[in-house]
């Protein structure tokens, strides 16, 4: 998506992930790594672009937000992020604060929320994909996947920009940017009051006034995009999911729905304290797969019954037989080789010591994999 924005054009996929993989030398074991990032934006980036990319590894997550903040606004270029820890890479395409900033290093403003572009999940594509992965893994080339989100910063901090985990990037908050020097001062910062205690999981009724008050608190319905997709669909019924990294965590998804249960976006919202959490747009309005009615449940079901498994690690194959196994009454998620949207979750069954993770599109999985770095 970047190299698309400043003139490069729609580039191969595959092409981009080979330069992203062979360039990231610093440390073993990326699909993607930093400085591999950084070298394919440098040297791919058109003649009539005479900026650079600079790749900044910073001591905290207020100082790269910042400077995400100022590289969009003054030189009106999408940074690349690394979010879930060292797992993934995002495009940052936009920005909510109380003040634009006056330079690299003023802290003065507050920062509320995040557009971004997930490269995940991917969209089909004429390119090949990149080995070992899904679709574009840094968002250097086209838009691809669920094409505009928007994050609160709460969330963006809980959840996304936690910083990368061990080795030579490990604590610091990465990120693809101008050359600025950033600011190295940390500036104001608020987060959103909660509606629950966290005592215990609001009900539906809760979690669609929560996903309301936050569409109108982060002023959705005031940009023009949101207003069109929102103001002509209604929220359907939230569908819970629990998080598998973190211990008694949940959120709702709550669809909006354009009829003939077609959904053109899709809200979350803290399923214990109401906190809005984030939005996607769909790409065009489709059939949501969330809400598993009796006769997908069904289907479910027969497709799991009717399979076996080949486990990992020459373990055998796991039979689901009907007398004993359970299905996960929640979906669940983590970020995961497998999933790495919120929007995507997973059902989950339990056969004996085993688990069989059945993401919501109906691709099956033995185990998911949280050890993927720079996917």
């Known amino acids: 998506m970047v190299l698309a924005q400043i ?4 580039l191969d996929q595959a092409d981009l992930y080979n330069d992203n993989h062979s360039h990231s030398t610093t440390e073993s074991g990326w699909y993607s790594g930093p400085d591999g990032v950084q070298w394919t934006l440098i040297n791919r980036k058109p003649a009539s672009f005479t900026n650079t990319f600079t790749l900044f590894a910073l001591s905290s997550e207020d100082s790269i937000s910042r400077k995400i903040v100022w590289t969009i606004y003054h ?4 940074p690349i992020a690394l979010v879930y820890g060292s797992a993934h890479w995002i495009v940052v395409r936009g920005y909510d604060v109380s003040a634009d900033p006056s330079s ?6 507050t920062i509320n929320g995040f557009d971004i572009n997930n490269p995940w999940p991917p969209t089909p594509s004429s390119a090949a994909e990149p080995p070992h992965s899904d679709g574009d893994t840094c968002g250097t080339g086209g838009t691809r996947g669920i094409a505009n989100e928007h994050i609160s910063y709460s969330t963006w901090q809980d959840d996304y920009m936690t910083g990368a985990t061990g080795g030579y990037w490990g604590g610091k908050f990465v990120a693809v940017c101008d050359p600025e020097v950033p600011s190295q001062m940390i500036g104001k910062s608020s ?3 909660r509606f629950f205690k966290g005592e215990r999981i609001i009900d539906k009724k809760e979690a669609l006034k929560c996903a309301v008050e936050g569409i109108k608190f982060h002023k959705l319905l005031k ?3 949101w207003n069109k997709r929102l103001s002509q669909s209604k929220p359907g019924e939230p569908v819970l999911v629990q998080r598998l990294d973190r211990l008694d965590s949940f959120y709702y998804i709550i669809p909006y729905e354009t009829g003939e249960n077609n959904s ?9 304290f109401g906190d809005y959490k984030q939005a996607a747009m769909l790409p065009e309005p489709a059939p949501h ?12 079901l027969a497709d799991v019954l009717k399979s076996k498994f080949t486990l990992k690690d020459n373990l055998g194959e ?4 009907p007398e004993a196994f359970c299905l996960y009454p929640t979906l669940v998620w983590k970020p995961c080789k497998e999933s790495l949207s919120p929007f995507y979750p997973f059902h989950m069954f339990t056969i004996g010591a085993h688990k069989i993770y059945v993401r919501i599109d109906g691709k099956i999985f033995t185990s998911l994999t949280d050890t993927g770095k720079g996917i």
């Open 7 to 10: 003139g490069a054009g729609v």
């Open 75 to 78: 030189y009106e270029v999408a």
């Open 104 to 109: 690299s290093g003023d802290t003065s403003y």
């Open 191 to 193: 987060r959103p009051k």
């Open 223 to 225: 940009k023009e995009a």
């Open 264 to 272: 053109s976006a899709l809200v979350s919202v803290d399923a214990r």
């Open 289 to 300: 797969m969330l809400n598993v009615k009796q006769k997908q449940k069904s289907r479910l």
């Open 318 to 321: 796991l039979i689901v037989r």
